[in-house]
């Protein structure tokens, strides 16, 4: 049947609109002006917060600046890192909606990187503090205990090898901060788990599906989303509720098979593809989200990187200050619908805060569904939630900059 009804679809799309699929027209999307490229630019820039951040690290392990002091600079970066994107992307007129949001995702995940660089660094001279001054109590009895970090050439439990034992501060090195940069990880360890070797057969095949879910990804947009989008302006300036509704379910099929492929391309065939190329052994990078029978164990399965860092930089420290769990909870959620509308707002110029609120929805959401619906039935809202949220949100992004940016001028 879905496979009926959705070749209708097909047929009835391409009859009405003809072929729209341009892969040059995607250039476009990330340049205004050939001879600025100002997102580019930016993320070339970012490494300037990177080395920062390492020199600091630097200085903090040799102890010619205080905890204090590496702690307010530190900040001042991580501060730097998310308002100095968001300040050029709104001054500079040439930067294009997609080319700022590649900038400000980039600069987005070298701020959590960096957070948990610094997390862990400050972790290490804790623990050397602590070795230290046990060894001044024994002194003359026992060797120090070995460090977390520094087991050599050790076998994981899934064969992983744990081959270049670094111990702190030997870790605070241009090689081993641009490794952490590139890991498809957001926490930072000394020495990550890694494989023995690179599989040229997987890595091939990752790399086939990258290039063809880039394309399909793509063609879905112009095809199908497009006209979509355009053919709901109408209902929406005339307030046509019904049309409006027709227009949003007709959007949800699009939408959702598009975020179901950015799934797999992203999670699967990127990260293991970039995973594979710098043997990096940790691939967890989601779980079986899909059998979710409540919101909050799809916010725990679906993007395991950012759970991981926020459990790890976030949720367990408040926790462990004393907060109690549902204020963590949100938290974690209040950062997550911040980073969200800044990823959003930022590169369209608009503040609209759908995206905050879409995130925020997500608390009361899991309460409703974790007291009333159970099993397939919490299963079944989860999927409703997911197939009818994303394109409410897009259809209102869509809405708001259109008549920011075209009514107007019309
Ligand atoms: C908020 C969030 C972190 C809560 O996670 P959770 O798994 O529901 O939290 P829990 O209370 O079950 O605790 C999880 C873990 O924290 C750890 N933990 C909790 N309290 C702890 C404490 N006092 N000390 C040490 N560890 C602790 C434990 O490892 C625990 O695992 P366990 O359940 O096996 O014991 C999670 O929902 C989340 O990541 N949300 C945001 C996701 C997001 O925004 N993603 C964006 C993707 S685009």
Redesign the pocket.
Known sequence: MLVLSNARLFLENLIKYGILVDPIQVVSLFLKDPYSWPSLCLVILSNVFVLTALHIEKRLAAGTISERSGSVLHSLNLLTVLCFPALVVLTVSSATPVGALFALLTYTIVFLKLFSFRDVNRWCREQRAKDESARLGELGTSPAPAKRNSASGQKTANGDVVESSVSYPANLSYKDLYYFLLAPTLCYELNFPRSPRIRKRFLLRRLIEMLFFTQLIVGLIQQWMVPTIQNSMKPFRDMDYSRIIERLLKLAVPNHFIWLIFFYWLFHSSMNAVAEVLRFGDREFYRDWWNSESV?YF??N??IP??KW??RH???PM??YGCR?WM??TA??LL?AFF?EYLVSVPLRMFRLWAFMG?MAQLPLAWFVGKFLQGNYGNAAVWISLIIGQPIAVLMYVHDYYVLNYEGSQ
């Open positions: 909050t916010w725990q679906w993007n950012v759970h926020c459990l976030f949720y367990v926790i462990r769990r963590a909870r974690v959620f997550s969200h995130m």
